[in-house]
């Protein structure tokens, strides 16, 4: 009897593929969820209209972004400091590496000049740092700021390019321009600047992006041009002084030279068929001047064309290779956003009414 009670259907063992759905129930619900799907049609419609507004609203919305780009290479230098021998002593050529100059784009070695430069933007004449404060309505914001009045920077304008002019309240404000342009390592946050560095092709990638297109073009090239002259200033500032001093005195001491000899043929022409031991003791005197006066131009000659060619070999540049000439507009598409849109609407409101459909099937089955 026991053996029969376990025989009947209703004490089957359970096997996992009695739960296997089938091609068919499978092709059944979906059609299901087709048919839920087209009843709620304008549901989908709906939110799908309602979230592309918002993208389209929010693309509107946003300023248009110019940028400005120049592609440079450094060209000419050594890998290593050089040297160059002059009568003032050996004269080293300076060298920064090429991974430093990125760093040295964003301080304020270079930056503080590039702000305090006197530029027309959209017409208007004035300091760049005074253009940021407009454009970026940073007046408005200083407004906010509760700090002492000293360093208040509610309405401040700048006034003068002369840093040892410079009070507290005109170092806090430049400090602020300058992060908006170089941004901020600390806080992770970029600035309108940004130069990259690609070793394997030695090139360098100077971009601005600002909402004006005057003050991305100004910006980059400014910018370019103030770290081409640092550099080249640094690199080669010494050995440059010293071929300058060697031209001066090589000029001057050939004219001396030039003179001592007119004297000495003059001596000669006067003293012929005489010998007046005097007038010997003059020539011998204008003979040894000429001798060494010619000897100190040579060396002066020699050292100025050994300088000459350290400074063409060895004077490094800055060659650009590429550029925006016109700043170029970046705005989202409004087009692109709106296709996003709808479907991200339509997306999300499916996944509501099939996952709203298969919870209330199962606590109704």
Do not use: C
Not at 174 to 183: A, C, P, R, Y
Not at 257 to 286: H, P, V, Y
């Amino acid at each position: 009897m026991g053996n029969k009670e376990h025989d009947t259907p209703s004490h089957r063992p359970y096997y996992y593929e009695d739960d296997e759905i089938t091609l068919k129930e499978l092709i059944l619900k979906l059609q299901e969820f087709a048919r839920e799907l087209w009843s709620n049609k304008f549901v989908i419609a709906a939110v799908s209209i309602f979230i592309a507004g918002l993208f389209i609203a929010n693309t509107l919305r946003k300023d248009v972004i110019y940028e400005s780009a120049i592609s440079f290479t450094l060209l000419g230098g050594k890998t290593k400091p050089t040297v160059a021998y002059s009568p003032y002593g050996d004269m080293e050529f300076g060298f920064v590496e090429s991974n430093k100059i990125k760093e040295l784009a964003r301080s304020s070695r270079i930056m503080y000049n590039v702000l305090l430069s006197f530029v027309s933007v959209d017409g208007k004449s004035d300091f760049i740092s005074n253009h940021l404060i407009d454009i970026y309505q940073l007046n408005q914001e200083w407004s906010k700021e509760n700090v002492i009045p000293k360093l208040s920077l509610d309405a401040y304008r700048f006034t003068t390019s002369d840093l040892r002019a410079f009070k507290e309240k005109d170092f806090r404000a430049i400090n602020t321009v300058h992060e908006l342009t170089s941004g901020n390592t600390l806080k992770s946050e970029k600035g309108l600047v940004n130069l990259n560095y690609d070793d394997k092709s030695d090139i360098f990638n100077l971009n601005v992006k600002s909402l004006n297109s005057d003050l991305s073009d100004v910006l980059s090239k400014l910018i370019y041009d103030e770290l081409s002259d640092f550099y080249l200033n640094e690199t080669v500032a010494k050995p440059k002084e010293a071929f300058e001093k060697i031209s001066n005195e090589a000029d001057s001491t050939l004219i001396l030279l030039n003179s001592t000899e007119r004297k000495l043929a003059f001596a000669n022409d006067r003293n012929r068929g005489l010998t007046s031991s005097m007038n010997q003791i003059n020539i011998n005197k204008l003979s040894s001047e000429v001798e060494r006066l010619r000897s100190a131009y040579n060396q002066l000659f020699e050292s100025k064309q050994r300088l000459a060619f350290s400074l063409s070999q060895d004077q490094a540049d800055f060659q650009i290779i590429d550029q925006t000439y016109i700043p170029i507009p970046e705005k989202p598409s409004l087009l692109k956003n709106t296709l996003i849109g709808l479907f991200l609407g339509a997306f999300l409101s499916t996944i509501y009414i099939i996952g709203r459909k298969i919870i209330l099937d199962a606590m109704a089955s």
